[in-house]
Structure formats: structure tokens, C-alpha cells
């Protein structure tokens, strides 16, 4: 068999509504936003977002050929998709479905200044994404096989997870290594209410590469650590409450439940990484490390670099386009983790998903040419920092 790529991007994908809020004397939000009030704003862009999007697109700037798997209505809005995604290389949308009897899905997003964005978001056709939509004839010419934000596509979730069960079983039948990227579910929604234990059990198996955030993974497993971090917290930020030995039993039971590889991405503090000490009791598929002994048993946390923050969309799918290309490319698995932030670093100097995303050689020279890393210091039993790979190294107990 021929291969024709390496990585086919699937699930999630939607158009992004972006009006320009910037505009200078503006009154505070909740002096804008009253009922009866008309705000005059700028003019609005518009983009492709979702992982299908920013993690496929990402790795398709940083040179990985790549094909986009995403479900669309074939109304304007999925027009505007398909229209988008075609313009950014040739093949790319080989994979998109377009379902006359589905709405597009869109998010508008409010980036009022000095407010956390706000997004008002339509699921759309993405939740009756099914398992018959993967496109496996083009799977079957694939490296890897990616697929995004099961918690915001329905028909993934619902009846213990069967539907993204089923994705992932007739997708390691073609061979492919296989990997999954969570969303953060709306707590008060169906999906905040399902029971992810059970659903991650089920579907961890099929799973090679599992590649959420420590937020995410937080409140789908260990709800009352998640609260009380949120406690601690004052209503901000949990990341800095967020210890070694706390990504270390997060690790410890998601390789537990049957992946080979853990990723949680920590935002601005880096990214966490835990390895199976067997990681080829199974097939890996296609796109498995070159030097899988050099993988197995491993536990590192790599810290950020040092970058002038113009926006956050996008970050963390973008970090997963670096591991994910660096993995194709056959490289060490420090140098993996490492490229993994330097993209997301890259992504987020600009405020949109893409445009940061700087091209393979690129992000290699700048981390070459000395690139400095944000202070991170692990004040825990057993890690040492390695200052030849930049990573601290943990104990993997």
C-alpha cells in the first residue's frame, strides 16, 4: 500500500464569527452589553475553528501532509468551511462531509477588551458526527489517525461513548497509530453530566496517544480535586495549584486504562508527558517512534518558552500539531515534547489559530538559536531537571 499522507485530522470543526470589539473608549462590558442597547462595532473576520481546523492545519503549515475529516451543513456557513479549508493546500479537504440535512456549526466570539472571551457556541452537524463519517478509505492511506472534542459532538458521548468507541476500533483495524483531544464540557450541559470514567475506559484501549488538558482531565476523573483546586483558586486560575504528584497519578491512571501515551497540556506552565513502561505490548501502528525503547517508561515536563502573548485561541491544539509532527518526523522523544510547546509558544503570538504557526525549519532554528524557556520550578520528590533538553524528568513511580 501506498501511502498518500501522513495524518488524517477528525471531529470538531466549526466557523468562527470574530467582530472587532478593539475599537479605542469603549465603556465597560457590562455597560455595553444592555438589553435594548445597540453596540456599533468593527468589522467582523472570519475563520475555520475546532481541532479538525487548528490541529490540522496546524500540522499541515508545519509540512506533515495532511487530510481534514469534519461534518458540515451544506448551507452558507459550511460553504464558508469547505471554501476555507480547500484554499489552505490542495487534498485537505478530501475527508469533509457535507450533510444537507445538518446545520453548520459556528461560535461567535466576543473579545471585549479587558474581558475573558466569551464564545456563544452552535454544536450544529457536529452532533450527529457518527462513525460512518471517518472517512477509512482514507484512513487506510494514513500514518495517524487524530480526532478532537468528543465532549462537544453529541452522538460521541451519549449511550457510554459507543459511537467514538467505534471510531477508534474500525480505526486501528487499518493500521494507523491513533490519538485523542478532549474540550472542556459545559458543566450544566448532557455533556458535563456524563460519566467520562466510564467512557475513557471503554475507549483508552483503542487509544494510542491521549492528549487532553489537565483542566479537562481534572473534572472528567477527580470532580471534588477539580472544585477544590477551583476553591483554592478564588474563581481564577487552577494551573499554579496543579502539582507533580498530582499529573503523576493522572498519568499513572489513564495509562491504567489501556493508552500508551499520556499528554496534559498545563497552558503557560508546559506540558506533562508519561510514557507506558511496555508501550509496545500492542501495535502502535504506522506512526510509532522509531526508537520505541527510547519512549517506553518515561515521565517529563517540559516548560514553556518565553513569547509576548497576543491571544490563546488555538493553543493547546497547536501544541498538539507539534508532538503529533515531531512524532511523524521520527524524532527523540525529549525533542517531541519540546517541539510540542514551541509550537503552541509560536501559536500564541498571534491572536487568531494559525498565522503564529511558523513552518518546521523555522521553529527548529529558533529553538537552536537559544530560545529562552519561562522559569518553572518543581519543588518535588524525585524530579530532576535535565539542562540539556530543557525538561525536568520525573520520578514515574
Known amino acids: 500500500m501506498s501511502l498518500n499522507y501522513d495524518v488524517l485530522v477528525a471531529g470538531h470543526i466549526c466557523l468562527d464569527i470574530h467582530p472587532d470589539l478593539s475599537g ?3 465603556e ?9 442597547r445597540l453596540v456599533v462595532v468593527g468589522p467582523a473576520s ?19 501532509a495532511t487530510r481534514l475529516a469534519g461534518k458540515v451543513g451544506d448551507d452558507l456557513f459550511g460553504q464558508a468551511i469547505c471554501q476555507i479549508v480547500a484554499a489552505r493546500g490542495p487534498g485537505l479537504a478530501d475527508g469533509m462531509i457535507v450533510d444537507p440535512s445538518a446545520s ?43 480526532f478532537g472534542y468528543p465532549p462537544i459532538m453529541r452522538s460521541t458521548f451519549v449511550e457510554g461513548g459507543a459511537q467514538l468507541n467505534e471510531i477508534f476500533k474500525r480505526a486501528k483495524r487499518t493500521g494507523v497509530t491513533t490519538s485523542l483531544d478532549m474540550a472542556f464540557p459545559d458543566p450544566s450541559s448532557e455533556a458535563g453530566q456524563a460519566d467520562w470514567r466510564s467512557i475513557l475506559r471503554f475507549v483508552l484501549p483503542q487509544v494510542d496517544i491521549f492528549l487532553p488538558s489537565a483542566e479537562e482531565i481534572l473534572f472528567m476523573l477527580r470532580r471534588d480535586t477539580y472544585r477544590e483546586l ?50 509496545l505490548d500492542r501495535s502502535m501502528g504506522r506512526a510509532q517512534p ?8 518515561e515521565e517529563l515536563w517540559a516548560p514553556c518558552f518565553k513569547v509576548a502573548v497576543a491571544g490563546t485561541t488555538g493553543a493547546g491544539d497547536a501544541t498538539i500539531a507539534g508532538f503529533l509532527g515531531a512524532l511523524i518526523r521520527g524524532l527523540p522523544l525529549e525533542q ?23 513552518p518546521w525549519d523555522e521553529t527548529l532554528a529558533r529553538i537552536a538559536a537559544g530560545w529562552g524557556r519561562e522559569s518553572l520550578e518543581l519543588n518535588a520528590p524525585g524530579w530532576v531537571f535535565d539542562p540539556a533538553s530543557g525538561l525536568w524528568r520525573g520520578p514515574c513511580q
Open 104 to 146: 453548520t456549526s459556528y461560535s461567535i466570539i466576543i473579545n471585549y477588551p479587558g474581558v475573558d472571551r466569551i464564545f456563544l457556541h452552535y454544536p450544529g452537524a457536529n452532533d450527529i458526527f457518527q462513525a460512518e463519517d471517518v472517512p477509512y478509505r482514507l484512513l487506510g492511506q494514513a500514518r495517524l489517525f487524530h
Open 46 to 64: 472570519c475563520s475555520t475553528g475546532g481541532a479538525v481546523s487548528n490541529t490540522g492545519l496546524a500540522l499541515n503549515r508545519l509540512g506533515i
Open 28 to 36: 465597560s462590558f457590562k455597560d455595553s452589553f444592555l438589553p435594548g
Open 230 to 279: 477551583c476553591r483554592q483558586a478564588g474563581g481564577s486560575d487552577i494551573l499554579p495549584f496543579i502539582t507533580p504528584q498530582l499529573l503523576s497519578d493522572l498519568g499513572q491512571e489513564l495509562l491504567a486504562m489501556g493508552t500508551r501515551m499520556v499528554g496534559l497540556k498545563l497552558g503557560y506552565r508546559g506540558m506533562y508527558l508519561r510514557t507506558h513502561e511496555r508501550i
Open 290 to 297: 522509531s526508537r520505541p525503547g527510547e519512549w517506553a517508561g
Open 336 to 358: 517531541a515534547l519540546t517541539l510540542a510547546v514551541a509550537v503552541g509558544a509560536c501559536n500564541v503570538e498571534a491572536a487568531d489559530a494559525l498565522s503564529g504557526v511558523r
Open 24 to 26: 479605542e473608549g469603549r
